[in-house]
């Protein structure tokens, strides 16, 4: 009974997340630092709040400066738009304020400089 109530639980779920659009949940590498980059809700147009955690060698660095750019380049009846926001570390992650002007794709350009100076990039793309 168990087993069958978790499996429907586990179908109901994916039924639902095929209708609603997901939360942020990515990782990549921004030259040797692992970085994961999630939102609490679904992306949507106007202000998101963007959790980025980023490590080296799997150990969690807490003094760098990212910021995150978002970006989408001119379309018919759009000019280019850009707009950075500086994350601020809070909680155990950096948390940026992002503002998408619109649906669509936008690039993502996560900047990351280290305590030596470094600036390391982690290029990606979101849909809302
Ligand atoms: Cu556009």
């Known amino acids: 009974m168990k087993k069958l109530l978790v499996a429907i639980f586990a179908v109901v779920l994916g039924f639902s997340g095929a209708f609603a ?3 942020l949940a990515k990782k990549g590498m921004a030259g040797p630092l692992e970085v994961e980059y999630s939102s609490e809700k679904p992306l949507s147009q106007g202000m998101n709040m963007i959790n980025i955690k ?3 060698n799997g150990k969690e660095i807490q003094n760098a400066k990212v910021s995150v ?3 989408m380049p001119a379309m018919p009846g759009m000019p280019a ?3 950075t926001s ?5 909680n155990g992650s950096y948390m940026a304020h992002v503002v998408f002007s619109m649906n669509g794709t936008w690039q993502i350009n996560i900047v990351i400089e280290t305590s030596d100076g470094k600036k390391q ?3 990606s793309s979101v849909n809302l």
Request: charged share 35%; net charge negative.
């Open 81 to 83: 738009m850009e707009q």
């Open 69 to 71: 750019t978002a970006s």
């Open 86 to 90: 500086e994350a601020m570390f809070v």
């Open 54 to 56: 980023v490590k080296e």
């Open 121 to 123: 990039r982690l290029k």
């Open 21 to 23: 659009a997901e939360a």
